[in-house]
């Protein structure tokens, strides 16, 4: 859950803390560009680009997760939804280094294309491999893991943490840590019963 739901979770909420630092840094680096300041009209549709582009990747990824997860199999392709999520982490957190708001605006779109893999595979997953007496306990550790999410987001956002001008890049670049975390630990997971036996045709896997 930490690095399926979670990701969803965690990318909506942390949005949010550093909504004003962002603008201020569009407002800049047009200037920077073009020589005159950017109208507010102007600033508020990039900001909209930034914050809703996220569904569009989410609408890629969750409409490509039936397909990734029957060809190379639920666990395989929870670990693909790294991909995008690395990348986004990257062009976000390098955005104001690079001088380029449109970076944030491809991160999140990346973002999203993890946040719908992520979420869907997820409770596939999940209810594929857990025991049938656990099932529904397993099931909902989608809707808690998509709170705790929000939750880390809405801390990582304060002050007190990376909800300053200075840190606000890092902030947006934490969704790598998930990611990297199931790197490294979702390679020692099995597949799935279910696609071991109908989709790879290989009951004694299964078994």
Not at 53 to 77: D, E, M, N, P, Q
Not at 152 to 161: N, P, S
Not at 187 to 197: E, G, H, V
């Amino acid at each position: 859950g930490i690095t399926g739901a979670f990701q969803y979770g965690l990318q909506v909420s942390i949005i949010n803390s550093p909504a004003e630092y962002i603008k201020t840094f569009i407002r800049e680096t047009w200037l920077k560009r073009y020589g005159s300041s950017p109208s507010a009209e102007m600033i508020t549709l990039m900001w909209s680009f930034i914050v809703s582009i996220y569904s569009i990747g989410g609408l890629l990824g969750s409409s490509s997760a039936g397909y990734l997860s029957v060809r190379f199999g639920r666990k395989k392709a929870m670990l693909f939804a790294n991909i995008p999520a690395l990348l986004g982490a990257a062009l976000m957190g390098l955005s104001r280094l690079c001088g380029s708001f449109e970076m944030i605006i491809a991160g999140r779109l990346f973002s999203g294309v993890c946040g719908g893999l992520a979420l869907n595979i997820h409770i596939m997953y999940a209810g594929e491999c857990a025991p049938r007496k656990l099932r529904g306990l397993i099931a909902i550790t989608a809707s808690t893991s998509i709170a705790a999410g929000k939750f880390v987001g809405f801390a990582l956002g304060l002050r007190e943490v990376l909800g300053v001008e200075a840190l606000w890049p890092l902030l947006l670049a934490a969704n790598a840590i998930p990611a990297l975390v199931q790197l490294l630990i979702l390679p020692f997971f099995p597949d799935s019963p279910r696609y071991l036996l109908i989709d790879k045709k290989d009951k004694e896997g299964c078994i």
